[in-house]
């Protein structure tokens, strides 16, 4: 029999409810049929539905990590409750009587098979990846749109930045709001996007009159300005240059451009068969984007870097675009792609398969930490300094000890540097959380997960726990 985990199912399910409701499928005897083939490899089960009639439902797990899932009923979830019943039925270890592969599926198997050789047929196995066609005519005519919008939005700020961010305010609102709508004909939902931030924490201010929206209004105005100087430059050199095709800019991602998998692989953004850990998580909301964010931070078990995963789910499309969830354990990826950029690069899959996270695991994690907070804080320092980079810097950082120096909270390595810890704004807090953990030991000589963030108020680096790395273990304080 097949080895199902909860994990695995849950890193399936389209969504909670469902992987709740195949459960309780498999737990009332829904299925009064189940099959498997011989190898493993197919499973099958009848399972008795709302209707008169019953439902045929079958995981294909030819490519164990990617299995592929079909079922009779009319739903449009995928993979549907009933298949995900199944799968808790193979999980509970219930009897499958051992039958053929069904002839339609080997045939689909086949026709897949055909489409995955007629593919991999014209490449020669270490032939560089080569970059998809560029349409210079179309992409000339784009870049000289978006030099227009970044033109337009370099005035808006212009503007701004002589009048006061006070003019934003009252009757001003409706024609910024407007002028964000423009943006949009310029293919700049990235800049669009920093305007409706700035809008939506003037509009705060002026409802609640607090310090901390007027503060990150002006954060947002200088990130704008950053972006605008930096994306007019950067532009306008692509179209002198006649060089219009793609290339691994992050004012790509900034301008508001989405990058697609075997274009990053182009580039030679990729790695074969990655390891993976999760270490902390986290689902964020942004009412200025509308939109859910869901974070994972990982680290390459191999080289030890820090990467993350971000999710985006828009408020309007939460039913069609499924959550991520923790992941407990290791994932090995067969390729994963990386976006441009410097510290915590963001990095994309699409299939993996999931294990546990062993002691060698976790013995790697901890050889790669840092032993000096001095040269992971002056490396900090650098990467928050640009403006457009993210305000966060997670990095594995080793620990003599995290207690108290004076009135602060802090961590402190060998050398007896110490760095003070801090909640950041935006993210869940954990510093409370480190006074429940159930072991006082976790405090000393261990190897921590911390965010570098820099605190305007106090004008310093601080550090937000995010987990702990024990011999055997990750204690996570966001998961």
Same mark, same amino acid.
């Given at each position: ?7 695995f199912?849950d890193?399936?399910?389209p ?5 709740v409701?195949?459960?309780? &499928?498999?737990q009332?005897?829904g299925? &009064?049929?189940l099959?498997r ?5 197919f ?24 299995p ?9 979830q995928?993979?549907?409750k ?8 193979i999980?509970?270890?219930?009897d499958?009587?051992?039958q %053929? ?13 055909a489409?995955a050789a007629?593919?991999?047929a ?5 032939a560089p990846r ?5 349409n210079k ?7 000289q749109?978006q030099?227009?919008?970044?033109e337009l939005?370099e005035q808006l700020?212009r503007?701004?930045?002589n009048?006061?961010l ?20 310029y293919?700049l939902?990235?800049?669009?996007a ?10 705060a201010f002026?409802?609640?009159g607090g310090?901390?929206h007027?503060?990150?209004a002006i ?6 300005w950053?972006l605008?100087k930096?994306?007019k430059q950067?532009?306008?050199?692509k ?8 290339d691994d800019?992050?004012l790509f991602e ?6 697609k998998?075997d274009?990053l692989?182009a ?8 390891r993976l850990?999760?270490?902390a998580f986290w689902?964020?909301?942004d ?7 869901d ?8 080289t030890g870097e ?9 408020f ?8 991520d969830?923790?992941?407990f354990?290791?994932v090995?990826?067969?390729t994963?792609?990386?976006? %441009?950029?410097e510290? @915590?690069?963001r ?10 996270l062993t ?5 790697a994690l901890?050889?790669?930490a840092?032993?000096?907070l001095?040269?992971?804080a002056r ?6 300094k @640009?403006t ?7 990095s594995?950082? *080793?620990? *003599? *000890? &995290? ?9 402190q390595?060998?050398?007896g540097?110490?760095?003070a810890l801090?909640?950041?704004p935006?993210?869940e ?7 429940a953990?159930?072991d006082?030991?976790l405090?000393? @000589?261990?190897?921590l997960?911390?965010?570098f963030?820099y605190?305007?108020a106090e *004008?310093?680096?601080?550090i937000?726990p995010?987990s702990?790395v024990?011999?055997?273990d990750?204690?996570r304080l966001?998961?």
């Open positions: 029999m097949r080895e199902i985990t909860q994990q199912i890193s399936l399910a969504n909670p409810a469902a992987s409701n195949g459960r309780k &499928i498999s009332k005897g299925f &009064i049929r099959e083939s011989e190898d493993d490899t499973y099958l089960g009848e399972c008795t539905g709302s209707g008169k009639s019953s439902y045929i439902t079958s995981a294909d797990f030819l490519e164990p990590a990617a592929v899932f079909r079922c009779s009923c009319p739903s449009h995928f993979p549907c009933h298949s995900l019943a199944l799968l808790y039925e999980m509970a270890g219930k499958f009587a051992v %053929p592969i069904p002839e339609d599926i080997l045939q689909k198997r086949a026709k897949k098979e489409r007629k593919a991999a014209p490449k020669e196995p270490d080569t970059p998809p066609r560029v005519a179309a992409r000339t005519k784009k870049l749109k030099l227009e919008g970044v939005t700020v503007d701004l930045l009048a006061g006070g003019s934003m305010g009252g009757a001003a609102l409706p024609t910024y709001r407007n002028l964000v709508k423009q943006l949009g004909d293919y939902p990235g800049p669009q920093l305007l409706n931030q700035l809008i939506f924490e003037i509009s002026q409802n609640d310090d901390g007027y503060e990150a954060d947002t105005l200088e990130r704008l950053a605008v930096k994306s950067y532009l306008s050199q179209l002198d240059s006649g060089d219009v095709g793609q800019s992050a900034d301008l508001g451009g989405v990058w998998l274009e692989a580039l030679g953004l990729c790695k074969e068969n990655a850990a999760q270490l689902v964020s909301a009412e200025a984007r509308n939109q859910f964010t974070t994972g931070v990982w680290a390459d078990l191999d820090i990467s993350v995963t971000c999710n985006y789910r828009p309007k499309a939460l039913k069609y675009i499924k959550q969830d923790t992941v354990g290791a090995t990826v067969p994963a792609v990386y976006y %441009p950029g510290g @915590n690069r990095i994309r899959w699409e299939e993996a398969a999931f294990g546990e002691a060698a695991d976790c013995a901890r050889a790669y840092a032993a000096s001095a040269a992971e490396n900090a320092k650098n990467i928050l @640009n457009l980079s993210d305000p966060m810097l997670c594995l950082l *080793r620990f *003599r *000890r &995290i207690g108290k120096a004076g009135d602060a909270l802090v961590v390595d060998e050398n540097v110490a760095v801090g909640d950041m935006g993210l807090p954990t510093i409370s959380r480190l006074s953990l159930p006082a030991a405090l000393e @000589n261990q190897v997960l911390g965010a963030w605190d305007a *004008r310093r680096l601080k937000q995010l702990i024990t011999d055997a990750v204690v966001l998961y």
